[in-house]
């Protein structure tokens, strides 16, 4: 069964920095990782989808690796924003089930 | 992107009533929708997988005869949460997917609360 995770939980940063988040995923069977935000109270806005053949993918300021023989994802977020702070959301698509796992997300404050 | 319109963004209803939630496909054709729960601070968890045309799958642990799911036509997917109480008070998100495409869309999200 495919078990996704996000470390931290929470994280709180000054404005301007770097950051990564990271996602782990249990089963390497994946069609695609996918990674959200989701602002309190509204629903997701997709920021970037890496099939399993690729290795990254790049939007803006955002930066998606993806490493499928260790399970393992991370969104780079460049020189941090205010609007930046939401929740992000790394999901896997299941090659053995076709259903989207997702993770219990990480929380981002960007401090002005 | 594809466009999953959700409908409606917000609801309350009285303790033993029922509510039906619309997820519609605007500009494609959804093959495949998905139902999710998110309850507070918390991650998006399955609920039902509806393929147009067939009955809906359902999660372990999730009560098929309370949360109804009808995927009757390619653009229209609901679900109604049958004699609703205030547990069910939750945010229900659907996606879609179509035919041979992997990457599902998501619709804004249904806000329920039961009083």
């Known amino acids: 069964k495919q078990e996704v995770t996000q470390i931290p939980a929470a994280l709180s940063v000054p404005e301007g920095e770097n950051l990564v988040l990271n996602c782990s995923f249990t089963?390497?069977?994946?069609?695609?990782l996918q990674w959200f935000r989701q602002d309190p109270g509204k629903g997701l806005t997709s920021l970037l989808l890496i099939q399993s053949s690729q290795r990254e993918q790049t939007s803006g300021r955002l930066n998606a690796s993806l490493d499928k023989s260790s399970g393992r994802s991370t969104l780079y977020i460049a020189a941090s924003q205010p609007g930046d702070s939401a929740t992000y959301l790394c999901?896997?698509?299941?090659?053995?089930?076709?259903?989207?796992?997702f993770g219990q997300g990480t929380t981002l404050q960007v401090k002005p | 992107g594809a466009v999953v319109s959700q409908h409606p963004s917000w609801v309350i209803c009285k303790s033993g009533t029922s509510v039906k939630i619309e997820c519609r496909s605007l500009d494609f054709q959804a093959t495949t929708m998905f139902w999710y729960r998110q309850f507070p601070k918390q991650s998006l968890m399955l609920m039902a997988t509806s393929n147009e045309g067939s009955k809906a799958t359902y999660e372990q642990g999730v009560e098929k005869d309370k949360f109804l799911i009808n995927h009757a036509s390619l653009t229209l997917s609901t679900l109604t949460v049958t004699s609703a109480h205030p547990e069910d008070s939750s945010f229900y998100i659907c996606?879609?997917?179509?035919?041979?495409?992997?990457?599902?869309?998501f619709g804004q999200g249904t806000r329920l609360t039961v009083v």
């Open positions: 996606s879609a997917r179509y035919r041979g495409q992997t990457e599902a869309f």
């Open positions: 089963d390497s069977a994946i069609y695609n």
């Open positions: 999901a896997a698509l299941s090659g053995n089930t076709g259903k989207l796992i």
